[in-house]
């Protein structure tokens, strides 16, 4: 008989990761080196000019860009990030995060994140250019990130 399965470690990461989930994200999909996720924006991720404040565009695009890097089971953590916001999103946007590796040299990675605006036009919202480095294997004893 075959061996079951082994776990997908960006869904497994996602589902425990307790602040992407109560924000209504979904993990579209992940695989070593890309991820998608999904998030609608509401009444509270709204700032005071009407428009979807920026933490939680860069969370969307974040959550995605950790799921990319997590996606081959090795525990990697961000070492850093920058976004531009290229168009403003509104209460009841449907927005994407699509996460590309873009390298990956010894324990360190770059990733891109898009942010799209769902639907036919995919209008652009963010950019997003993620830095990461990895701690070692899922399951390893005495694996710290940072």
Known sequence: MGEPPAPDPAAAMFAADAASRRLGMELLGAAAGSASVRMTV???MVNGHGIAHGGYVFLLAD?????ACNGGGEVTVAAGAD???VAPAREGDVLI??????ARYGRSGI??????RDGPAGQVI???????????RLG???ETGG
């Open 42 to 44: 509401t009444a509270a």
């Open 63 to 67: 959550t995605a860009f950790a799921c």
């Open 83 to 85: 976004i531009s916001f």
């Open 97 to 102: 995060a699509t996460a590309a590796e873009r």
């Open 111 to 116: 990733y891109d994140v898009t942010v799209r």
């Open 126 to 136: 963010a950019e997003f250019r993620g830095r990461s480095r990895a701690a070692g």
């Open 140 to 142: 390893d004893a005495g």
